[in-house]
Each structure stands twice: as structure tokens, then as C-alpha cells.
């Protein structure tokens, strides 16, 4: 699919050096990784005015815009048509407000999620959610990706955690959503619609968040063993009283596994205090033997260890594809896709959230297009099978120019289109990055 | 479309038998527990399934005649009024409970089920769903799906959105679709986010999905009463800062224990006090001792007068019933009244009380407070009486000044209750005019005729909202079924 060719980068530039200086330049680089052209103009506004002057710009143009944090969650989504301008948005990237007391901060859009976990980290708090992202990955790119990991199935996802943003309208107008505290109904919940919103709908300016405290002991129980034992032992864990923070299963792909039979393993985290954590590593434990499966247990440092092992190991996959299942056949869904992949070079990463219904499958080097699709068709027939779907999560802009990352859009398509048509009238956000195809 | 047409085809949708348009059935129809204003509507339509739902929003949507639907009706901030003589939905005999799967933890409910009864038909397999709002015992999961209900529990487990996964809903032309996700995350953007708290001015909820939950397998519940209110929210907010999130945190003032203390359940708090605070935590027996231990410690850091922890489930459940029927309690106390919703940041409780408590004196209303003071939610109750001339309007404008008092320090005009009718010019406290814009474009869009539960949620510029009285017997009047409860406040 190719979009339409766009505005002449050199026009652009002019236009927008009248009003701004120089703030901005063609980048190649991001050209290539947005949508495969060959050049995009990059702006970086300094402040939410300046957004917002720019998007007047680029409205009365009709310039397509999209959004870019620090650029490392690209892949995600389908590729959007001709991209005009790069809104580069690292430069609103201060905390605005922060109260540990309150719990709640707010944050500008180009902050670095790992800036702001370490800043809310000296309060002993956190934003409890750790997907697998580089650590340039900025907060607003987080919230419009919905970005999760194993955390989800105790503290939820952003959906859950956003209470307000600012956001900047593609017609310039700043329009805030929700609110700074906790609890709010006034009015529609609008911020919804912009968390996942893969930059279609508007420009998110500032966020604010709920947070949680850091827990203050960890423990971690690894128990391993074939598909239906660990998907059985996962079972049995989801309806106990313990309090799983975590409740993650892993192919054998990964290297840093413990314990001898890891055809699968579950790792069990317990975020509580230390009576706890101690008493959920000795039920675990005691369980596990009951299951006959192997197991190891972890406190402490070793657990963040782990956790930063399984992150290293996956973090620079290029091509991922999540699996949605209901919980208790995750697993053996799992468990049919591996034995049904094509060989390929690297064996992917399994990695599922059994109690939220999500699984993942991490690739490197993925660069053939044809098994690329192949893999995809497998996950989608084994997932529908159990009653699920599949999708895209990342790939390189060649892949993701031949396959939809979303063919459950259909299903409401025309509330979706209303809802983009609603905010985006012109169709200016980031065209073509949801609706597969979708040419202006 | 004639009137007499009109109820000749919704006859021919449902039957004779559930459809109601004798004046005397209407005004068992004619608003919530939001009492200051009422209306009759046109008719009253009670659909039994989905197929019967889509032909009467159809039909209304053809014949240009507005409609709502609503559940047991009580909403605190009038959401179900049909101020403009709107066909009601009556969702309450959709009550049933569709599926439960224990494994994938998830309930399929219809809209008219009794938030409580999902709980007690799961209770003996362990799990419960979690939304608990005061009303529990006769509101809705259509109607906690309609406002995002809260509860006292929400400070550990979140709101209704946090708990709803999928639904069925029939949009305002009467389509049916699904949305959401039963498990991970929908693909696109989150309609079913935006449902939730929706007013029931974007579509009518006829199956939805929950998350249900296991039982915590300990619970401790702390009482700690203290001389000044100064202290008790201090003590809150370290609770917090220790790095502890109570499943509940309730604060309750002087006026407020004194009424529940005259009420059904009596505690005995001392009268010298200026508050109480009731804080429960949950988990793992092997961790809430400690975690309760840790709570005794600050609350006698702040200089709490006396402290302590339920010894048994009876006495947990007094403290409980005393907070779940303060507002019942207060009740009695006034010949009116009015409940707020408003939010402020926990930090923010001290100084909010303090202005709270001049503008009661400035406007010579009494006005008692009952919180969940962990997310600052604060419940502030105005008694007036309404026989006095201009008293219900000064009533109302109290209240309007609190809201702004709570907009001003950083919160909101709503935590739980929702905007209904009550708060539509409070909304401008908080939202510019074009933000508020942007609220009604995508209600256009859902509802491109402002037929579905019109005139609530969003101002429209320059309305002019009547102020209509109601009777302290009429609103004192208790009937025997849900659907008829005008008779008690809950929050």
C-alpha cells in the first residue's frame, strides 16, 4: 500500500520557519522507520503553545501529522500513509505536578517513562506498568500505545491508570479530558479514547496518572513443567487467595530460566508486604510439589534480576504478534502455535499474561515479509480456534505494509471511523496507522 | 407520530402487560433519588430481552420521540428524570445473571441485576465483584455501568470501569453492537471506556461482562476516632504515604456520628470527637495483622484518641452498617437535604473542610461531611427545609459553592454520583466551553438527535435548569419494590 505522496518537505519547512524559526529539519531516519518515504520534516515545539500553533498550521494545510515521542515504538500499528510533518514532542518533558501524599502525577508528553519511574521511584511510588520499551521511550508514546506487561494482571493497564490529559486537537485547540484526581465522573470520560489511540485522534500534551507504592519486599517463585501442568498449576494460582503481581509464562527460548524441565515455566510475583510474599513463596512451593513440577524461588534483588533478564532478552525483538485467549487455554493455545510455527532462525519468545488472556511472541530479525505473514496466519487461526483473535504488535514497515496488525477492526468499523471522523475531521492524525489501507 | 399510535406499536413490541401510561404507574417512574426535580413521562416501556430493546429504540428513533433507560432509580444527580416527557426503558426485568466462568474470573450480566445478588451467587464459590456503592442492595449493574459507580471499596480496587470488560449495547438509532473485550485489550480505540459513565445518553446496556474477583482470605477493620479532624487527615494521608492502600478509608464528622448513632446502628461514638475514621485492609491472613499494626502506629502518631480493630465480624459489621446508613441517618434529622459528590486531592481534605465549614455558616445551613476520605471524595450534606420559602434554592446554591471549592483546590464536581441534571452548570467549573464542545460533538455522533436520555451530563448554553420541590412525605415515601425507591440517599 502506498499513501499518497504528500506536500513538498521543502514548502513545509518555509512555511513553518515563517512562524517558528528554526525548529524544524527533514530526518531521513524517522522518515524511513514512520513509513518507509523518503524524507519527513521533524518539528519540535518547545512548549503546548507552540503545539498548538503548529497543528493551526498544519489543519488549515491539511498536512498529515504524526505525533513522535522518541521514536521507538514505530512499529506498532499499521503504516500510516505519507506523513507531512513529525511532531517531535521531547521537549515538553517536565513533571508538571507531582504529590506523592495525593498519589498522582502529571506529566508532559516527551518525558522518558524511565525518567519518570526513577523520579516517582525517590518517593517510593511507582507507575505500575512495565512493558518491554527502550529506555528513551517517551510517556505520551507509552499512553498512546497502551504499553503493558506482566504487571496488567494485577494493577490493570493505562486505561486504568490515566485519570486526565491535555490534549492538543488537530485543529489547535487544547482540550483537556478527566481531571487530577482519583475519582471523577464529570462529564464523559474522554480520556479513553486517546489512551491506545496510536497518535489518530490528537496530540497528547501533558498526562495524569494514578500511581501505586513500590513494593517494598519482592518475591518470585519460577515453577516449570509441560503446557498442562503449568497452564493447570496457572489455573490454580488465578483461584487462590494469594496475590499474584505477576503471573507470567515463558517459552524455553529464554536463556536466564532456572530449573531443569522449562519446556514452559510461570513466574509468580508477589508484590505484598513480607509476611506475605514469605507465605505465597511457601505455598507456591508446597503447590508446585503437589503439581510434581519443578521450582526455584527468588527474593529480593534476584527478582528484579529477573525481570530485567527477561526484558533485555526481548527488548530489540523487530517483529511481535499478541495473541488474545481466554485465560485458562492461553497456554495450550501457546503451546499449538509453537508446534505449528515454521522453523525459523531464532525460536520466538513466548511470553503470557495468563490471567489478563494476553500472549506474546517476540521475533528477531524478522525481515522475510512471507514467513512473517505465514507466522501471523498461525496465530490467528490457532487463537480463533480458542475463541480469540491476533494481532500485530510490531514489525518493520515492509511487513507491515502487506499484512493488517488489525483485522478485528472490522467489527465496529463505522464507530471507530465516527469516533477518528469526530475528533479528526480532515483525517490529518496519523492516517492510515489504525484503519489498514485507509487513504486519505 | 400520535401518542396513541405510538403505545399501540410499543403494544405491539412487548405485550399489554409492560407497558405502563396511567398517571398513577407513571409517577412511580417520575425521577430518582435526586429529589428536587420530577417529571411524568410519556410511557413506560419494561423490555424482557435485547431483540425487545432494539425494536422500541428503533421505533422511538423513527417517531422522533425521546427516550431513557433506567434501573432501579437510585441515581443521586437525577439522570433518570424524564424532564421532556421521554418513553422510559425500565430495565428491571433484565435481571438475570447469564453466565459465570470462574476460571477466566469473568460474569456476563443483564443490565437489571441487582448489584449484590452477583456477589451473593458467586460468595460461596469465593469470588465476588467488587463495585460496591451504598446502594448496592437495590441499584443496578446497568446503572453502575450508566454512572461509573464508586463505592467505599474503590480506593484499593478501583471503579465500575475498572471492572467491566465487554457489553451489548443498543445505540440511540437502534443498532446492536459489542464492545470492548472479554479478555486483554479491544482492538481500536476504547468505546466501551467511553460508554461507561456515559449517562445512558450514548446507548442502552443490555448484556455486560464483568471482572469478578476472589475474596480476600483476611480482612482487619480499624476505628479510629480522633479530637481533631486535623489529625484524622493526616493520618489518612500517612497511611498512604507509608505506602499502604487501605480497601477503604471512611471519614465521618461530629453531626454525622451523632445521627448514625440515633439510627439502626448504634456504635456509641463519643460526642467530644471531631472525627471518626474507619480504614480496612485486605490480603493474606499472614500479612493484614501487620499491615493493621502499621495503621494503629500512625493513627497514634497523629494523636488519635482512641484506636482499635474489629475482634469479631459483628463488630465489623456494626461499624459498617453505622457508615453504609449515615445518609439514611442524616436523613431523619432534617426535613431536606441534599448530598455532594465533590472530589478534592487528599492533601487538599483539610483546607476544603475549612471552607466548607464557613460557607455553612455564611448561607446558615448546616452542612455534614461523610467521606471516603483515601480518594478525597467527600459527601458534604445540606439540610434545609424546603416549607421555608427560598430555602431549597439556597440549598442549591450552597451546594454549587462547595462544588467550586472542591473545582478550586485542584478536584472535581463528581466522584461517583455523576452529573445528571443536578451538576449540568457545575460543569462549567470545570471544563472551558470548547472542551465541553467536544463532549457534545461525540454525543452527536452516538446520538445525532439528542433522543437518548437527552438534556443530561452536558450543558447546553443558556439553560435554564427548573427547580421543582419535593414534599418531604413524598420523598419519605417507601415502596416495596427497587424500581420505586425515592426514599433514601445513598453514596
Redesign the interface.
Known sequence: MEGLTGVDSDRIIDRLTKDFGRLSAIDHDLAAKLTGQRDVVVTTPANEEQLSALMRIAHDEKWVVAPVGAGTQLGIGNVPCHIDVAVQMTKLNKIVDY??????VSVQAGTPFSELQKILGQS?QMLPIDPILNDAATIGGVVAT?A?GPMRVYY??L??LTIGLRTV?PDG?????G???????????????F???LGT?ACLSEITFKL???P?YRSLSIVSGNAESVQAFA?KV??????PSRLETFSASYTFLPNDDKRWSVAVDCD?????????LDTLSSLANEFGLKHTSYESADVQQFWRDYRDTVVDSDFAI?V?????LLVLAAEKIKNALPHTDTDPYFSLSV????GRLFFRNMADTELAAQILKICRQISQEYG??A?IETGTVPIRQQLNA?D??S??LS??K??????DPLSIMNTGR?FYGFVR | MEDSQLIEELVNIVGPKRIYTDPEQLERYNGDAYSVQKALPRAVVIPENTEEVVKIVKLLNRAGVPFLARGAGTGLSGGAIPLHHEVVISMMKMNKLLSV?????RAVVQPGLVTIKLTRKIKDK?YYFAPDPSSEALCTIGGNFA??A?GAH?LKY??S??HIVAAEVVLPDGEL???G?????Q????????L???EGTLGIVTAITVKIM?I??AVKTVLAMFDHLEDASSAV?NI??A???PAAMELMDQATMAACDKGDAPVGYPTDIEAVVLIEVD?????V???SERIVEICEKHHVRTVKVAVSDEERDLWWQSRKTAFVSLGKTTPNYITLDG?????KLTGALGRIKELSETFGLRVSNVF?AG???LHPHISYDASVPGETEKALSLGGEILKVCVEA??????????GVE?LEH?HF???D???E??I??????NPHDLCNPGK??PSSGKCVEVKQASWQEKRKKHAKPCDDRGQTYA
Open positions: 504529590s506523592p501524599a495525593d498519589m498522582v517510593g497502551n503493558n490493570g493497564t486505561r486504568d486537537y485547540r487544547l482540550v483537556r479530558a481531571g487530577k484526581v482519583v475519582k471523577n465522573v464529570a462529564g464523559y470520560d474522554m480520556t479513553k479514547l489512551v491506545g489511540s485522534l501505586r507504592p513500590l517494598r489455573l488465578v483461584g487462590s487467595n494469594l496475590i505484598e508486604n513480607r509476611g506475605s510474599g514469605k507465605y505465597q499478541r488474545t485467549v481466554q485465560p485458562k490471567p489478563a488472556g494476553v480469540g483473535f494481532a488489525f478485528q477492526l467489527t465496529n464507530l471507530l465516527g469516533v477518528k471522523d469526530t475528533i489504525f | 466462568d470462574l476460571d477466566n474470573m469465593g454512572e461509573n464508586g474503590c478501583g471503579v470501569t475498572n453492537v459489542h464492545i473485550s472479554e479478555f486483554g485489550d482492538v481500536g480505540y476504547d468505546l466501551l471506556g467511553l461507561v459513565g456515559s476472589k480476600p482470605e494521608s498512604i504515604g505506602g499502604i492502600i490480603g493474606l491472613a499472614a500479612g495483622v501487620e499491615t472530589v478534592v486531592p487528599r492533601t471516603h480518594d478525597g471524595n485542584g478536584g472535581s464536581i463528581s466522584g461517583e454520583h455523576g452529573v451538576k460543569m470545570m471544563f472551558a470548547n472542551e465541553l467536544a463532549q460533538d461525540i454525543r452527536s455522533f452516538f451530563l452536558i
